[in-house]
């Protein structure tokens, strides 16, 4: 009987010290809210180059101006080739065909004209990791015939990890705000009882086109990879 009353009681004081230890991490009925917010921002260099470029081609004639456009691109093409630019790394961004109407001064007699102008344009992304020779790809295509880059853009291949890293370290800059703010007001933090992320953006480093423009036709564009960045924001509630 004795040993039967000794395994009730330590049966007693182990669900008291349970009950005790989880009333310690439970929210009480009306607890006290700090909210925090922790952003972080993570730069890196760019490891992928991608260049939009094309071909714009008119005519009055619909047939001329597409065959002219399909003869340029395809020289662009070959050219991007002989640099060791494999095909798979080529793809056609966009291919557009549209027409309008000019007035145009003809004879004396005839006055003025109207004719319907067609416009062709024909764009592909090109992508590379020889982030050093970007200008000399530039430089090439526009050689062979391109008239036309968009934009070109570096970025990273993988840029989840990245991205994983603004989160951490947002998060951690959040808890030590919220650490800091209840030491200072003489409370203690009981948990978390809510947390997300408020948003994240991620920024590739683009080269405006107004600047490469100007290396056209010079010695050589000269682009300079700068670094992408990735942001993050995380909102935190802790209650004390």
Same mark, same amino acid.
């Given at each position: 009987?004795?040993?039967?009353?000794?395994?009730?009681?330590?049966?007693?004081?182990?669900?008291? #010290?349970?009950?005790?230890?989880?009333?310690?991490?439970?929210?009480?009925?009306?607890?006290?809210?700090?909210?925090?917010?922790?952003?972080?921002?993570?730069? /890196?260099?760019?490891?992928?180059?991608?260049?939009?470029?094309?071909?714009?081609?008119?005519?009055?004639?619909? %047939?001329?101006?597409?065959?002219? %456009?399909?003869?340029?691109?395809?020289?662009?093409?070959?050219?991007?080739?002989?640099?060791?630019?494999?095909?798979?790394?080529?793809?056609?961004?966009?291919?557009?065909?549209?027409?309008?109407?000019?007035?145009?001064?003809?004879?004396?007699?005839?006055?003025?004209?109207?004719?319907?102008?067609? %416009?062709?344009?024909?764009?592909?992304?090109?992508?590379?990791?020889? #982030?050093?020779?970007?200008?000399?790809?530039?430089?090439?295509?526009?050689?062979?015939?391109?008239?036309?880059?968009?934009?070109?853009?570096?970025?990273?291949?993988?840029?989840?990890?990245?991205?994983?890293?603004?989160?951490?370290?947002?998060?951690?800059?959040?808890?030590?705000?919220?650490?800091?703010?209840?030491?200072?007001?003489?409370?203690?933090?009981?948990?978390?009882?809510?947390?997300?992320?408020?948003?994240?953006?991620?920024?590739?480093?683009?080269?405006?086109?107004?600047?490469?423009?100007?290396?056209?036709?010079?010695?050589?564009?000269?682009? /300079?990879?700068?670094?992408?960045?990735?942001?993050?924001?995380?909102?935190?509630?802790?209650?004390?």
């Amino acid at each position: 009987m004795q040993f039967l009353k000794t395994i009730s009681l330590n049966l007693v004081l182990i669900l008291i #010290l349970a009950l005790g230890t989880a009333t310690a991490n439970t929210a009480p009925e009306a607890p006290g809210r700090l909210e925090v917010t922790g952003q972080a921002v993570i730069t /890196t260099a760019p490891d992928t180059a991608r260049i939009i470029l094309g071909v714009e081609t008119t005519s009055t004639s619909v %047939n001329a101006a597409t065959s002219a %456009n399909a003869e340029r691109m395809a020289t662009v093409l070959e050219a991007l080739k002989d640099l060791g630019i494999p095909n798979s790394h080529v793809a056609t961004s966009g291919y557009t065909i549209y027409s309008y109407r000019d007035i145009y001064q003809g004879s004396t007699v005839d006055g003025a004209q109207e004719q319907t102008i067609y %416009n062709v344009q024909n764009k592909v992304t090109v992508t590379t990791d020889r #982030l050093d020779e970007v200008g000399r790809i530039v430089d090439a295509a526009v050689q062979a015939g391109a008239n036309q880059i968009q934009s070109v853009s570096f970025d990273l291949a993988d840029k989840e990890l990245l991205q994983l890293e603004a989160l951490d370290a947002a998060t951690k800059q959040a808890m030590g705000k919220a650490r800091a703010m209840a030491e200072s007001a003489g409370v203690s933090l009981g948990g978390i009882s809510g947390m997300e992320e408020e948003y994240g953006t991620y920024a590739p480093f683009n080269e405006s086109v107004q600047k490469m423009a100007q290396g056209f036709g010079d010695a050589g564009t000269s682009i /300079t990879p700068g670094e992408v960045e990735v942001r993050a924001v995380v909102k935190m509630t802790f209650w004390f």
